[in-house]
Nanobody
Framework: QVQLVESGGGSVQAGGSLTLSCAVSGYFSPMDCMGWFRQAPGKEREVVARFDSVGIKRYADSVKGRFTISNDAAKRTLYLQMNSLKPEDTAMYYC????????????WGQGTQVTVSS
């Protein structure tokens, strides 16, 4: 059973930085097909950054150049470095696994809140 536990969320002023971490267990791939999603109040969940099926990093246009996804396979941890944060980045951020197939098969973490004030 896949377990994903996020940490690192919090409140920050615009222009600040945060790093989210996701501790992964029960997932036996080389950490491909994993990523970060977010959901703001009243909006649909959207992908922020992910590793595709061949390990290439993919980013939403809204975060390109500001966010960086990475992983440490030895520690079984997925990261999201977020720089130059904007108020519109405010959302619940979710770690996800098995993101390359159908959405109904995605495993989700419990989420970590990121709030950016202007």
């Amino acid at each position: 059973q896949v377990q994903l536990v996020e940490s690192g969320g919090g409140s920050v002023q615009a222009g600040g930085s945060l790093t989210l971490s996701c501790a992964v267990s029960g997932y036996f791939s080389p950490m491909d097909c994993m990523g970060w999603f977010r959901q703001a109040p009243g909006k649909e969940r959207e992908v922020v950054a992910r590793f595709d099926s061949v390990g290439i990093k993919r980013y939403a246009d809204s975060v390109k150049g500001r966010f960086t996804i990475s992983n440490d396979a030895a520690k079984r941890t997925l990261y999201l470095q977020m720089n130059s944060l904007k108020p519109e980045d405010t959302a619940m951020y979710y770690c996800a696994a098995r993101t390359c197939g159908e959405s109904r098969n995605i495993d989700w973490g419990q989420g970590t809140q990121v709030t950016v004030s202007s």
